[in-house]
C-alpha cells in the first residue's frame, strides 16, 4: 500500500514554514539585493544604518518622497587588465536597493547622512509639532 502521495510536499512546506518564522524572530529575513539596515526611534529623530560594504559613498543614492527613504547603491569592478585569466568571475557589477517606509513626518531640510568603514547611517529629524501653550482671555 502507497503513502500519502503528499507527504513529501507537506514535510517540504513544514520546512520552509520554519525557516519563515526564524527568519521573522532573528530580526527579519533577508531578500537577495536588499541592503540590511537598522531603523532606531528615538524621542528626536529616526536613525537608519545600513551596512554597504565594499561601496564608495559616490556610489550610494539616497532620497526621500512621500515619507519613504529610498537608498540605491550600484558599483562596477572596472579593475579587469587585458593579460588576466579569470578561472571565474562574479565581481563584475553589484547594485542593491532598499525601500524604508517611515511612520512619521521628517524634517527635510535636517536631514543628515554619514559613510564611514561600510555603514551609511542617516540621521531623520522627526518634525516637531510646535505646540505652545497660551493663557486664553475669557471675556
Same mark, same amino acid.
Given at each position: 500500500?502507497?503513502?500519502?502521495?503528499?507527504?513529501?510536499?507537506?514535510?517540504?512546506?513544514?520546512?520552509?514554514? =520554519?525557516?519563515?518564522?526564524?527568519?521573522?524572530?532573528?530580526?527579519?529575513?533577508?531578500?537577495?539585493?536588499?541592503?540590511?539596515?537598522?531603523?532606531?526611534?528615538?524621542?528626536?529623530?529616526?536613525?537608519?544604518?545600513?551596512? #554597504?560594504?565594499?561601496?564608495?559613498?559616490? &556610489?550610494?543614492? #539616497?532620497?526621500?518622497?512621500?515619507?519613504?527613504? %529610498?537608498?540605491?547603491?550600484?558599483?562596477? &569592478?572596472?579593475?579587469?587588465?587585458?593579460?588576466? %585569466?579569470?578561472?571565474?568571475? +562574479?565581481?563584475?557589477?553589484?547594485?542593491?536597493?532598499?525601500?524604508? %517606509?517611515?511612520?512619521?513626518?521628517?524634517?527635510?531640510?535636517?536631514?543628515?547622512?554619514?559613510? +564611514?568603514?561600510?555603514?551609511?547611517?542617516?540621521?531623520?529629524? =522627526?518634525?516637531?509639532?510646535?505646540?505652545?501653550?497660551?493663557?486664553?482671555?475669557?471675556?
Amino acid at each position: 500500500m502507497r503513502g500519502n502521495p503528499f507527504e513529501e510536499i507537506e514535510e517540504m512546506l513544514d520546512r520552509v514554514s =520554519k525557516q519563515v518564522e526564524e527568519g521573522m524572530t532573528s530580526g527579519g529575513l533577508q531578500v537577495p539585493g536588499s541592503v540590511p539596515v537598522n531603523v532606531v526611534d528615538t524621542d528626536e529623530e529616526y536613525v537608519v544604518t545600513a551596512d #554597504l560594504p565594499g561601496y564608495e559613498t559616490d &556610489d550610494i543614492e #539616497l532620497t526621500l518622497s512621500e515619507g519613504t527613504l %529610498r537608498l540605491d547603491a550600484e558599483r562596477e &569592478d572596472d579593475h579587469a587588465h587585458e593579460g588576466d %585569466r579569470y578561472l571565474r568571475r +562574479e565581481r563584475t557589477r553589484t547594485s542593491v536597493s532598499r525601500r524604508i %517606509r517611515l511612520p512619521e513626518p521628517v524634517e527635510e531640510e535636517s536631514i543628515t547622512a554619514g559613510h +564611514e568603514n561600510g555603514v551609511l547611517t542617516v540621521r531623520l529629524p =522627526k518634525v516637531t509639532t510646535g505646540e505652545t501653550s497660551r493663557e486664553i482671555d475669557i471675556e
